[in-house]
């Protein structure tokens, strides 16, 4: 398969030199500590009620919900469990990620309404179970803002504004002076959206809806090469050597959908999320960046950076393609451009080099919106995607996808059912 599930490839690479295998890992690749749980190695055949496929959080968590369930449950990635997290900035948001304008073109105002609302029911659900759990993962809150520069993305802004406001998203309008005083950012307008949006590490906080799987006796199989998943009259088998997974539901919550889902590809988008690392900044460079806050531009699609505990910056950018090729020229050209437009936000960070630089590939619908839920062409499936970066929409697909399985109707699941991608 050109794309197995629960794979995708990752290039990353450091402007240190490497001490360790680690320095060459994407920033979000901490040590396990703290969050260790059993893995299972497949032999022969194993028959579980629901087979979960993906390394993410939407994969991670879906496993826990379903497992809290009373069903046999496994969890299954070709690679490390956390390996579709490392990307984005580990933000637990309160509103999705495609633009409340958009979608309440493409849906209507009550259709965005729930959306938004579930989104956060969502994000503010996986929150509570993580500081519940006590997993340390890095939790914190940090304050929320769209921000535009005042000429012609300010537009857009006010756009985005009315249709939070229709959607009764709270978003406070904040003027050049008050942008300039509270996130040091010159001749710019903003919208605070939240006061206290979630952060984490992503990859520790799926390395604890794993654990959390596992305490309700979900078996987790890593690193399990996959030849082909078949349909079966029963359900659904996985197909890995000479060893066999069956289940009698598939849930399919990757970052790259495999090959044998090709036929919904057509109606989704697979892009990019590429991301870079600044080291700790000096405290007069700092001081000028702002107050700690998640920042999102507007006009430059995707740009959005936050402060890490230690005093460094984490930088990220949505890029509306799934890049073909990922060798070095293509990382260092990507994050080139990310700095570049990071340095017209914040020109004093100017000369500042990225001590990791990494893309990931992400997958939802073409709307923007995650998709979950079955679809008639895939008996026995349960499809759960929406982009790794946006944990609450994680968090959301994996509900979604639960309440699926479980024969239970969901408040949004008939607008991000697979069913609305024809």
Do not use: N
């Not at 993580?130 to 803002?145: D, I, M, N, Q, V």
Request: hydrophobic residues 45%; contains cysteine; glycine residues 8%.
């Amino acid at each position: 398969m050109a794309h197995p599930p629960g794979s995708c490839k990752v290039i990353a690479l450091t402007t240190r030199r490497p001490a360790s295998a680690r320095t060459l890992a994407p920033f979000w690749v901490p040590p396990e500590r703290g969050l260790a749980f059993p893995r299972t190695r497949l032999t022969g055949r194993v028959d579980v009620d629901v087979a979960v496929l993906g390394s993410g959080l939407t994969a991670s968590l879906s496993a826990a919900l379903l497992a809290r369930e009373g069903l046999s449950v496994a969890l299954v990635a070709t690679g490390a469990i956390g390996d579709d997290s490392a990307c984005g900035l580990g933000i637990v948001g309160s509103v999705p990620a495609a633009s409340a304008a958009e979608t309440r073109s493409a849906h209507g105002v009550r259709a965005t309404r729930a959306i938004w609302s579930a989104t956060r029911a969502a994000g503010a659900d996986l929150v509570s179970m993580l500081a519940r759990w006590k997993a340390p993962c890095g939790l914190e809150r940090l304050p929320s803002y769209l921000v535009a520069s005042d000429d012609g993305p300010a537009a857009a802004l006010e756009r985005e504004h009315a249709a939070l406001e229709a959607c009764g998203t709270e978003a406070t309008w904040l003027g050049p002076t008050r942008v300039m005083a509270t996130l040091g950012l010159e001749r710019t307008v903003g919208l605070r959206l939240a006061d206290g949006d979630g952060v984490v590490d992503p990859v520790r906080a799926t390395l604890a809806c794993a654990r959390s799987a596992t305490a309700a006796r979900a078996i987790v199989v890593e690193r399990l090469a996959i030849d082909r998943i078949v349909r079966t009259r029963l359900g659904v088998d996985v197909h890995a050597g000479r060893h066999v997974l069956g289940a009698t539901t598939c849930v399919v919550a990757t970052t790259v959908l495999p090959d044998e889902y090709r036929a919904l590809r057509r109606h989704l988008a697979e892009t990019t999320v590429v991301s870079c690392a600044l080291p700790a900044l000096p405290a007069a460079v700092r001081k000028r960046l702002g107050r700690p806050a998640i920042c999102e531009a507007v006009g430059m699609p995707g740009l959005a950076w936050r402060p890490v505990p230690d005093g460094r910056l984490v930088l990220t950018r949505h890029i509306p393609v799934a890049l073909e090729h990922t060798d070095m020229r293509t990382v260092l050209g990507a994050t080139g451009e990310l700095m570049y437009d990071f340095t017209l936000q914040h020109p004093h960070v100017s000369g500042e080099q990225p001590t990791a630089r990494w893309l990931r590939p992400v997958t939802a619908g073409i709307d923007g919106l995650p998709v979950a839920g079955r679809h008639r062409a895939f008996p026995g499936h349960v499809f759960a995607l929406a982009r790794a970066d946006r944990l609450a929409e994680c968090a959301l697909a994996a509900r979604v996808a639960t309440s699926a399985v479980m024969g239970r109707a969901h408040a949004v699941s008939g607008w991000l059912d697979v069913s609305r991608v024809r």
